[in-house]
């Protein structure tokens, strides 16, 4: 059985929103390997439409590149309501009505895990339903201000940590699970 893993760059002030913008100056071999080893266990990816449409127009045209040989071969599972066909090889739609338990049967019949990153609202919503099975973070020494937050206007949640690591850049890897 699959679980699905959720990843983020996040700033000390919890926003996810455009890492593009922020991240990059504490990237460095050290975090590489972090994702690397996240990527090793890796079976599928879940995503939502927004971070679907931007890495279906950029990854097949890099197949070249390690991370996206990666992608293009990995199944892919889009959320979302609006697209009514895929053209990024190896991608199923997964309607709203319904995802819960599609998702759920996913994970039932994938072995690794099934990563997710880049939308908070898709985070938010499987830890409602119970689907989240772990989030990884890897938090920067910055403080960005403005953008979406991974966790605005939600219930009350408790994780339990189950990693942690420091890294020379200062930046923190932390990994949780529903408590």
């Known amino acids: 059985m699959g679980k699905i893993v959720s990843n983020f760059f996040i700033s000390l002030d919890g926003v996810v929103e455009a890492p593009d913008q922020w991240h990059f100056e504490w ?12 990527f090793a266990t890796t079976s599928a990816m879940l995503m939502g439409r927004r971070l679907y449409s931007e890495w279906s127009e950029y990854w097949p045209a890099h ?4 991370f996206g040989k990666i992608l293009n071969e990995l199944p892919k599972y889009v959320v979302t309501d609006s697209l009514s066909e895929a053209t990024w090889q ?6 709203g009505q319904g995802a819960a338990e599609r998702l759920r049967q996913v994970k039932a019949d994938t072995d690794g895990d099934i990563s997710m990153s880049g939308c908070a609202t898709t985070v938010r919503w499987l830890l409602r339903e119970g689907l989240l099975d772990e989030l990884r973070l890897l938090i920067h020494p910055v403080a960005v201000g403005k953008g979406q937050r991974l966790f605005e206007d939600t219930e009350l949640t408790k994780l339990r940590l189950v990693d942690e690591r420091t890294l020379g850049s200062g930046v923190l890897y932390v990994a949780y699970a529903p408590a």
């Not at 197949?63 to 390690?66: H, I, K, L, N, T």
């Open 27 to 38: 990237f460095d071999d050290e975090m590489g390997g972090i994702i690397g080893e996240g």
């Open 90 to 95: 190896n991608t199923t739609l997964v309607p």
């Open 63 to 66: 197949a070249e590149d390690d």
